[in-house]
């Protein structure tokens, strides 16, 4: 098979290498960095099992992430244009990153030695979870044979559909990040408090409080419950991803936590992909966040 386009997407997506490969999708990785100085690129160069490790071995160290550089895109970018196919490039969040920056200059870098080339850069106005489901309805139509047009097309429903639905193990990493103060991340611990948060059109909002993990976890899950009758979808209307942080039996227990719950309310039901949380999330919400991605499938649009 030889698609009408190539797909490449920013690192934070989270997307498994094996599922990338099978799906052809390219992937240029984020550099994360412990002391921040030097920076190793995640899945390259640092796998997340270490980066999980140091965070919870050194809980005082906040980790953090840089966007890619324009180098680096153009590296990916040169490796398809040499096969002369088109390229949609899908970047985080521009509210979270500056990776589209970085693409749209390495996109003006090729542009003089690949002028039949088209390179299309988007920002998918998400991360993690949702950026993989909004990536793979981008593939379930370049594979259905439809156009670059075509895909950049459904670009806006898609993202206008995206949701991240999660939780996080303790408030320290949002006060780290000036998301919440200090006095509640310290009160909200000691009450065991976790917060519901939702993503939509990049921005951040709150989405109520449950007291213990066990809670929380059923919380998100109402959360996914809600936001499909309220838009009149079913589950087979969407790709919906589940995604764990440090420990996969808790992404085990969301999966089942979550079929039961979607099997009262629309009948048997599959499971749900399970997918690790990689560090360009871990870095702001800690290492226990957990929750769902999703994007309605883009032909249920």
Request: hydrophobic share 35%; with cysteine; aromatic share 6%.
């Amino acid at each position: 098979m030889n698609p009408k386009f190539c797909i490449i997407s920013d690192g934070s997506c989270d997307i498994p290498g094996t599922l990338a490969r099978q799906h052809q999708i390219d992937i240029v990785h984020f550099p994360v960095s412990f002391d921040g100085i030097h920076y190793k690129k995640e899945g390259l160069e640092i796998e997340l099992s270490e980066l999980y490790r140091q965070m919870l071995e050194h809980p005082d160290v906040y980790p953090k992430t840089s966007a890619p550089s324009p180098e680096d895109f153009r590296r990916a970018f040169e490796k398809r244009a040499k096969e002369g196919r088109d390229i949609l490039c899908v970047c985080i969040s521009t509210k979270l990153s500056s990776s589209v920056q970085s693409a749209q200059i390495a996109r003006q870098m090729l542009a003089e030695n690949y002028p039949g080339v088209r390179i299309a850069v988007v920002d998918s106005l998400c991360c993690t979870l949702m950026q993989s489901a909004f990536v793979l309805e981008l593939c379930r139509m370049r594979d259905a044979g439809r156009s670059l047009d075509e895909a950049l097309t459904a670009v806006e429903p898609l993202r206008k559909s995206g949701r991240i639905l999660f939780t996080v193990g303790n408030l320290d990493y949002l006060q780290h990040g000036g998301r919440i103060g200090k006095v509640t991340s310290i009160a909200g611990n000691l009450l065991d408090l976790k917060p519901l948060i939702t993503l939509q059109d990049g921005e951040i909002h709150s989405s109520g409080i449950k007291r213990g993990r066990r809670k929380s976890l059923a919380g998100i899950v109402e959360l996914l419950v809600s936001y499909l009758k309220e838009t009149g979808r079913t589950p087979a209307d969407c790709d919906i991803l589940i995604g764990y942080g440090h420990d996969p039996a808790e992404g085990v227990l969301l999966q089942e936590m979550t079929k039961r719950r979607l099997e009262e309310e629309f009948g048997p039901q599959e499971a749900l992909p399970v997918f690790q949380i990689g560090a360009t999330i871990a870095v702001h919400a800690g290492p226990y966040s957990i929750g769902f991605g999703l994007v309605r499938r883009s032909d249920r649009l």
